[in-house]
């Protein structure tokens, strides 16, 4: 079988069963390139998921383009990301085909508003861990002893800036970012 078509496939596959999202990924990711295929070293897979997370997009869609690239080029890259996306691109059309013609339908929109609630959950549950993530440094217990003052105050103040002045979201975040780099500089030893 050709390098190509490997690459597609088996970014098919971590497309079509990553469900949970991009850190559900890592692990089939992983699986593929380092274990199955040997198209990177352990040591370089970590690298890439380092890079994949860092760089803006899904995580799983910049490791599959990152992992065809070595492999085969702008050709292998282009196949993985497609091999990836493909079932998230399949799934939803279908369901934005179904949407289309039956939203007016009573039984649609019941589900539809009992689901509101449960991704607004999700999404608070998300949240509230990395918050203690930021303040506490863990989320499976909370420690005083691990309190993060600055941590904590950024929070604070990038909370207010959004709520408060309506500051675009991508401004906070880059001077949350300078402030710490800054703090860091100043108080490191």
């Given at each position: 079988?050709?390098?190509?078509?490997?690459?597609?496939?088996?970014?098919?596959?971590?497309?079509?069963?990553?469900?949970?999202?991009?850190?559900?990924?890592?692990?089939?990711?992983?699986?593929?390139?380092?274990?199955?295929?040997?198209?990177?070293?352990?040591?370089?897979?970590?690298?890439?998921?380092?890079?994949?997370?860092?760089?803006?997009?899904?995580?799983?869609?910049?490791?599959?383009?990152?992992?065809?690239?070595?492999?085969?080029?702008?050709?292998?890259?282009?196949?993985?990301?497609?091999?990836?996306?493909?079932?998230?691109?399949?799934?939803?059309?279908?369901?934005?085909?179904?949407?289309?013609?039956?939203?007016?339908?009573?039984?649609?929109?019941?589900?539809?508003?009992?689901?509101?609630?449960?991704?607004?959950?999700?999404?608070t549950s998300a949240g509230l861990s990395m918050l203690?993530?930021?303040?506490?440094?863990?989320?499976?217990?909370?420690?005083?002893?691990?309190?993060?003052?600055?941590?904590?105050?950024?929070?604070?103040?990038?909370?207010?800036?959004?709520?408060?002045?309506?500051l675009n979201p991508i401004l906070v975040m880059v001077?949350?970012?300078?402030?710490?780099?800054?703090?860091?500089?100043?108080?490191?030893?």
């Amino acid at each position: 079988m050709s390098p190509l078509l490997q690459l597609f496939l088996s970014f098919l596959q971590v497309g079509l069963f990553s469900i949970g999202g991009g850190y559900a990924a890592i692990p089939l990711i992983q699986s593929q390139s380092v274990e199955i295929h040997h198209w990177l070293t352990a040591e370089q897979f970590l690298d890439l998921a380092t890079i994949a997370e860092m760089t803006p997009g899904p995580i799983a869609v910049n490791a599959a383009t990152f992992v065809g690239l070595k492999v085969s080029g702008l050709p292998g890259a282009l196949l993985a990301t497609f091999g990836c996306i493909l079932p998230s691109l399949v799934i939803v059309s279908l369901l934005s085909y179904i949407y289309a013609h039956y939203r007016e339908l009573p039984m649609l929109q019941s589900v539809l508003s009992s689901l509101r609630p449960a991704v607004v959950a999700l999404i608070t549950s998300a949240g509230l861990s990395m918050l203690f993530q930021v303040i506490f440094g863990t989320t499976s217990f909370l420690l005083i002893s691990q309190f993060n003052l600055q941590g904590f105050l950024l929070f604070g103040c990038a909370f207010f800036a959004l709520r408060r002045f309506r500051l675009n979201p991508i401004l906070v975040m880059v001077l949350c970012g300078a402030v710490s780099l800054l703090l860091g500089l100043i108080y490191s030893p």
